[in-house]
Every structure is written in structure tokens, then in C-alpha cells.
């Protein structure tokens, strides 16, 4: 178990300013101009297969293929019983297929500036992270229903960042309805109707959704002063040759129930947006494809959101979010780990934990089971 640390000076901090111990996540602490966010930078991608077999390539990358009609009657309830394939989420994966991509591509990240620099770090990036975690940290000043534990190790300099399940998500996963167990599917079914192999071909909705098959984009970019590398899984690219480079060309897929009164259209924009423009926002992704379908599941109009338009398309909504506050709400978060975590060893966790109404806090963990960068990486990085 773990316990609270006292106050403890760290080598970027001297003994006369401590840390703080805990951070407040209300909204109007971050309402300041927005941060410096560059451009994220596709540095590779990798693919995960039928088997979740990791491959330092682009062989799971699907095509756009726009469909016929704007109300095209895609069933996505076809298939759940006798062509679908889930993944195992019972295997706790952690950063593992990121740690993978590091070491087959070390060379690319070192940086000539990193390598002159006084104080190198090993990878010359200050975090490690999945997209999926950093958009959990951008929408965490306008949550109110679900908190989050990240794990947190320093080795190299370098923080990295893992998500652990906590014990309401391990619950409402048990309690899941067969019904809602089906809707997780029809996302998937989505993405088969309007997504091929190849940018010649057609999609094929008589095939088997597997959901261990995978894109993953691996991205840098900074945040102010933190340099991140993160990964997120794409759906697609756009089929013209002639289509700017990744990120650039990355359309993600989304499914939602349609619109058909005012106050689902303001819960669309003050809920789902929000999750929407921080998960395609964080990697550089332009352009959602939604697809609005009924209470049985099937599609009945298809919409595109440019990310860049968001934030004009909520404008005139009362009581919204703001992308200021989830930026600098991360960006402090970044600061305050940074600030905590000093000591360079990839035994020692910060838990780092967070409910609604709450501030974050944290707790420490050495050699538990919270420790999460397996051997054969701390091997070879340490070598
Ligand atoms: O084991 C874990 N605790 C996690 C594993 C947590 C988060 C992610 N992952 C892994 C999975 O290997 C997955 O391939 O990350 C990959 C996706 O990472 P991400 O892009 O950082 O995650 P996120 O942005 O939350 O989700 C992107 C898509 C989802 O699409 P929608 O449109 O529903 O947001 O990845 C899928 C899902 O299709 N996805 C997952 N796939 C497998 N395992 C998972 C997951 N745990 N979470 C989301
Ligand atoms: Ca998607």
C-alpha cells in the first residue's frame, strides 16, 4: 500500500520551496491564454494484428471510402453474434506496444541538439504516454462522472506515464448490460462500412470485425515547456495520394445517437464534443466522420466535423468548455508531476489519482503492482 509523502525537496526544487502536494483541477485556475502547442510531428506508426502481434509498420492502415449516400442505412447491429472477434481486455497491456516502437526506433528520436545538450535525457522527451491518457487530463476540469489513477515512473529523465483501471471502471465494466456490451460494438461495425484494406478497393461489411487488429500513429509535439511522445490508434487515412502528410491526412470514425431535439443537440456539443476535439486535437487529427444513427442501430446520416471548427461550433453554447482550460489544465498537471516525481528509477510508481470534485493527489509505490516498464525495456535502455 502506499502513503503520503511529506514534504520533500527534489534536485529542481530547493529546500525552501517544496512542491505542492496536491493540484486543484477548477475550471476558472486555467482560463489563461492558450499554451504553446506545436504542430504534432508523426515520428512512425506501428500496426497490432488479428493475433495482437506488434509490427513496426503500416500493413493495419485502412482507407476512407466515403459512403454512397448522405443517409447510407448501415445496420452495425450485423455481425455482433457470428462476425465478431473481441479483444482481450482482461490483458493489461500498459505501454508495452509504445515501449516496442522506442527501441525499434532509438536512433530516430535522438535529437543532435539532445545529444550536445549538458543534461541529456536518454530519449530527449519529457513524457511517454498513450493519447487516450492525455485526453482523459484535457477533459478533466469539465468531468464530473468518472476520476482516473495514472501511474508515473521516471527512468532517463523521461517520464512515463501509464493509466491504471480504477475500481468504478472495474465495476461498471462487470456491470455492463448486454445491451450496452453490443453498442461498444457498433463503433467497430462503423468503421468496417467505410473503411478498406487498400486505396483501391471497397469496404467489406460481410467481413469479421476483430478488434485486436490496430493502426497506432506515434506522434511529438510540446506543450509549452514538455516535449511529449504518444501514441493513438487511427481509423483511417484519406485515399488520395494527393492528401497531406500524417497526421494530416488521419480521419477518425465516430458513431452517436441523432440529434432530434435541442437539448440533445446542446448535450452534444457541451459533452461529446468535448471528447471528441481533445482525442483528434492532442495528435494533429483534422477531421471526425460521424455517423448518427437510431436506437436500433442503424446509421441515418453521416456528418464531418473539422477539428479546427469546434470550438466556433460551441461557441453559442451556455455553461461550455473551453480548449484553454483542458490545455492548461494538462500542462499544469505536466509541471506538478514533474515537480513530484524526481527521483530516476524505473522500480519507484507516483500514483497519481483523481475523483470528481476532488483535487489530485498521490501516493508512491516501490517494487508493487503498480510497477509497469517491464524488464526487457529497463534492459535495454540502461544498457
Ligand atoms: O490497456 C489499457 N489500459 C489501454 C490500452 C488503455 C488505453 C489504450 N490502450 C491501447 C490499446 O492498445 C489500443 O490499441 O491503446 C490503443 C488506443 O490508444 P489511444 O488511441 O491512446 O486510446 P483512445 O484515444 O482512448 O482510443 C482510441 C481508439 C478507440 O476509438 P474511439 O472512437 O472509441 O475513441 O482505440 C480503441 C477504440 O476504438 N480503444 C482500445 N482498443 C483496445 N484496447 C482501447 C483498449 N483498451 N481503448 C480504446
Ligand atoms: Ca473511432
Known sequence: AGH????????????????????SVQRQLYERDFPLYKQPVEVGHFSLDSERRFFNDDRQLRYYVEPEKSCPNFNLRDGYRDRFIKRDDGVKEKLDHILRWILANRSKLQSKEVAASSSPCALGVNVVTWRGHLTKLLTTPYETQEGWLLAVTRMGGTLYISEVETEAARRDQEDRTERHEEMMYWGYKFEQYTCADDAHSLPDPGGVVNTNEAFCTVVQTRLAEHRLLFSGEVDCRDKDPKAPPPPACYIEMKTSLEISTPKQRSNFHRFKLLKWWAQSFLPGVPRIVAGFRDHDGVVVSVETFHI?????????????????????????FL???????????????????WEPHRDVTYSIHRDSQYSFLPDWYIREMTS
Do not use: Y
Open 335 to 353: 509541471s506538478f508531476v514533474k515537480s513530484i516525481v524526481t527521483e530516476d528509477n524505473p522500480r519507484e510508481v507516483h500514483l497519481f489519482s
Open 308 to 332: 479546427s471548427k469546434i470550438s466556433q461550433l460551441i461557441k453559442n453554447e451556455t455553461n461550455c468548455w473551453k480548449p484553454t482550460v483542458c490545455m492548461n489544465f494538462c500542462c499544469d
Open 4 to 23: 503520503q509523502r511529506h514534504r520533500q525537496a527534489g534536485p529542481s526544487t530547493p529546500p525552501s520551496s517544496p512542491p505542492n502536494q496536491s493540484l
